[in-house]
């Protein structure tokens, strides 16, 4: 029997609106604090896929969690608090309408669009003569649109100024927050005996003060490579051994699915589901350093709920 939470239907007090992502379940509590639920949906090329995956929102729930905290001396962030294994609480901010996208490497994204003959991406010229998986010569940042439905959009920084989607002055302060992450992020992935290959950052704004927002270094929004055996690999034109779900999308592509018009998903059956579970946690031992301890699934909806309501009850300021 598959364990896995696709969706929630809370009602709590206060409550004044309620967003679905493609993953997380996001509850406003009276414009001063979210409630964000992070469910077992996983999604692939900006598509859910009809199945959950087991244990999937435990996993990015704590790795964010862990790496908010391990990252507030770089950026004020919005987590207050978790209350349950699959749920954090935090400060209700306005989000900016772009991701941060960094790439330290020439991987997905970035090397589905060099294959094609593509030099400049958002603005960033990648150089000449890289081949999958090449370390660039500093990060690049690539951000996107925020799409409400369906896909995120490639967006150069004069682009976002042009628009006026970000003041010069607050994307030129993204800038600095996501680099500074992003060598944060590559320090304890180092330590582990990991790559941080890319990643993307979500910022808001509270009271006029920018906060990180969302996750931070999870498999759901990184891409991770092993650093032994990584030279190697690279020399003798070898896939690199990653922990990302970068491997769902090869899934995927292999049959025939990437996301576009009149595709259709394929069927993930139940030993695939597990091994995508199994990869989560074991992404989740490898850049944390601990043992995933399991949370009682036998009424994960309840639990939930109960959690939640308890951590009302009290004050938070």
């Not at 696709?6 to 493609?22: L, M, R």
């Amino acid at each position: 029997m598959n364990t896995a939470i696709t969706a929630t239907n809370f009602n709590f007090p206060k409550q004044k609106s309620f967003y679905k992502g493609k993953v997380r379940d996001v509850y406003n509590i009276n414009d001063e604090l979210m409630i964000m639920v992070v469910s077992d949906r996983i999604s692939a090329f900006d598509v859910v896929l009809p199945e959950g995956i087991p244990f999937k929102g435990q996993v990015l729930n704590q790795i964010a969690a862990k790496f908010l905290d391990e990252t507030a001396d770089i950026v004020p962030n919005w987590k207050i608090y978790t209350p349950d294994p699959m749920v954090t609480v935090g400060l209700f901010c306005e989000p900016f309408k772009i991701e941060m996208v960094v790439r330290g490497y020439l991987s997905g994204h970035a090397w589905r669009e060099y294959k094609m003959g593509k030099r400049i991406l958002c603005g960033e010229l990648m150089p000449e003569g890289m081949k999958e998986n090449d370390k660039f010569p500093n990060p690049i940042i690539t951000p996107t649109t925020k799409a409400v439905i369906g896909h995120d959009e490639d967006i150069s920084k004069q682009e976002i100024l042009n628009l006026n989607l970000v003041s010069k002055t607050d994307y030129e302060q993204l800038e600095n927050y996501t680099f500074a992450l992003f060598e944060r992020g590559t320090e304890i992935a180092n330590k582990m005996g990991l790559i941080l290959v890319d990643t993307k950052y979500e910022f808001g704004k509270k009271d006029g003060k920018t906060y990180l927002i969302d996750e931070i270094h999870t498999p759901d929004s990184s891409r991770y490579f092993y650093k032994e055996g990584y030279e190697a690999r690279q020399k003798h034109n070898e896939p690199q051994k990653q922990l990302s779900k970068e491997f769902v999308r090869e899934w995927l592509m292999e049959k025939g699915f990437q996301g576009k018009e009149g595709q259709q998903v394929p069927k993930m059956d139940k030993a695939f589901v597990n091994l995508v579970s199994e990869r989560y946690i074991e992404l989740y031992e490898n850049i944390t350093g601990t043992e995933f301890i399991k949370s009682d699934v036998s009424n994960t909806i309840s639990r939930v709920e109960k959690n939640i309501l308890n951590f009302l009850k009290k004050p938070y300021k």
